[in-house]
């Protein structure tokens, strides 16, 4: 939507008129302040006219139209966009990502971890109006950032989730757990969990279907993604002891009946991802999926702009003396 300018100090701008008449006089006796010569006869100079001669008439404007960039600015310009009511789809959702370190697996490129931080953070970027929680886990589960409609700050701790930070092990119930917590005071219409994975549950001290189903009797809706490609994958099967992966094939464990039916339990919906386009389908789906109509107003804003007259006068007066002071030579 378009701004309109508009001044704090509107009054200021009445010190504009005694200006604008000091440049009309200025104008009209700017002959008299020029140094004079009496020759004979003009026949030999008729029509000439030097740079420097024009220069000097400039200068007078040159101040004044310095002044006048001042003065405005002295009002204090505002750019203002004004309040608005728009249909929007708002939904709160919290992220809840696997962070054991088979989320390191190379079937998706870089790896499993990377390709679903950078489809979950795309999901982010398509829906403005929602607000996001983001939840990790492996052995323990550990909350990133609890619901908040600033989505730079979500998208910086999506990108900032890597393996390794958490007890080693895949407590999903943990997780889906953590998750609950974090959105069962939302006052949202639709309040909905994803719940991205790549393993089997073996640790943690919830059971995935205790809290799936706290998520049903609190009216969440759980998403679930088995994320991982079918057979073996080259995967880390040891670790060195300056902490680097050992990489080796394995076979690809995912728990997808306990998905399913942590999905079926909550009203929500399972889905299987095997390469990055299936994962980029799956947050498709839950965008169309997910949609709650709700009025969003939006106010008015104001931002300054007396910076950048001041930034004109500053400029212009430069100028002025540099003409006046490098090019032009004062007459005794």
Known sequence: MPGNYSFHDPWILLLLVPLLGL???????RDAYHPRVKLPTLHRIYGLRSGRGAVLELLPALRIMALTAL???????????HEEKVEADAVDIVLTIDLSVSMLSKDFQPDRLEASKAVAI???????????GVVGFSGEALTVNPLTADHEVVIKNLAGLRCGILEHGTAIGMGLATAVNRIKDSKSKSKVIILLSDGVNNSGYINPMTAAEMARELGIKVYTIAVGTEGEALTPISQTSDGRFIFGLARVEIDEALLQSIAENTGGKFYRATNELALERVYDDIDKLEKTKIEVTSYTRYSDEYPLFVGIGLLLLLLEALLSYLFLRAVP
């Open 23 to 29: 440049g009309w006089h200025l104008w009209r006796t």
């Open 122 to 132: 795309d999901f982010v970027k398509k829906r403005p109006y929602d607000r996001f």
């Open 71 to 81: 003065i405005i600015a002295l009002a204090r310009p505002q750019l203002s966009h």
